[in-house]
């Protein structure tokens, strides 16, 4: 967990260290097949700018989540708009994976934002987003990672 006093209330920042290098967690991030092992099914997906590509759920209501690559640079940063079109109330969101050298190591930067933290139930989202992050996401990655 970072701790910073400049982090934005209404965005989810999450902070973790891996001790493999960057091209590691890079391959975690950008390879479909590690994709779905840690986070969801990407269908169409290239770590390329402008890709348009899809996240599929298996076995949920919500069946798919449109997304677009805004950034990628290799080893570093890769950034794509997340947008449930499908879901009861639309959500647009950003997530952003920023990889930093550190020792041996990476340190992983994750920040999602697009959430209006004075509407209620955007509130509730953001929290129980970054719980989700926390406890499931975030421990799949880390174990993909490490393998």
Known sequence: MIA??????????????????PDIVWRAL???DLLEQWLLRPTGFDAAVGTHFRFTFPASSIDEIACEVLAARPYEQLTYSWIYSQAEHRARWIVDWTLRPQGHGTRLLLTQTGFDIEDRRQKMIRNATERSWKRSVL?????VIHH
């Open 4 to 21: 910073d006093a400049q982090l934005n209330p209404a965005a989810v920042e999450l902070g973790n260290f891996f001790p493999q290098p």
């Open 139 to 143: 421990p799949r990655l880390s174990e």
């Open 30 to 32: 950008t390879e479909p």
